[in-house]
């Protein structure tokens, strides 16, 4: 896996964890959370734990796998990533307005605010 490819699975994970970890077992919250917020090895946090190295790699798998199926099924980091979007949007126009403009970008950014409500 290229550097980028896995600095990009690193954030993506991240992200799925905090929308998510509520829902991950206490074993793929811990591992999870060691192995890619701390950037411990699998070799350490099986020491660690009193685990194999296997078993800490599974438990990282499925984590992995059931936070892409929560994903799938709840979409909030969709709906998180679109908001955002419609809100740099949003600060773009205002912050390009004139006087001229100004009622032709409240109906936009209207539009916008009426977009980010209906996310959900």
């Given at each position: 896996?290229m550097?980028?490819?896995?600095?990009a699975?690193?954030?993506?994970i991240?992200?799925?964890?905090?929308?998510?970890e509520?829902?991950?077992?206490?074993?793929?919250?811990t591992f999870l959370?060691?192995?890619?917020h701390?950037?411990?090895?699998l070799?350490e946090?099986?020491e660690?734990?009193g685990?194999?190295?296997?078993?800490?790699?599974?438990?990282?798998?499925?984590?992995?796998l059931?936070?892409?199926?929560?994903e799938?099924?709840l979409?909030?980091?969709?709906?998180?990533?679109?908001?955002?979007?419609?809100?740099r949007?949003?600060e773009e126009?205002?912050?390009?307005?004139?006087?001229e403009?100004k009622?032709?970008?409240?109906?936009?950014?209207?539009?916008l605010?009426?977009?980010?409500?209906r996310?959900?």
């Amino acid at each position: 896996m290229m550097k980028d490819e896995a600095l990009a699975k690193t954030n993506r994970i991240n992200l799925l964890f905090d929308f998510y970890e509520p829902l991950l077992t206490d074993k793929q919250r811990t591992f999870l959370s060691h192995y890619f917020h701390d950037d411990y090895s699998l070799g350490e946090i099986a020491e660690n734990y009193g685990v194999s190295r296997q078993a800490v790699y599974e438990h990282i798998k499925r984590a992995e796998l059931s936070l892409g199926d929560y994903e799938a099924k709840l979409g909030l980091l969709t709906k998180h990533e679109r908001r955002q979007q419609l809100l740099r949007q949003l600060e773009e126009l205002l912050n390009q307005s004139n006087c001229e403009e100004k009622q032709g970008l409240q109906v936009q950014a209207g539009i916008l605010l009426h977009e980010i409500e209906r996310i959900d």
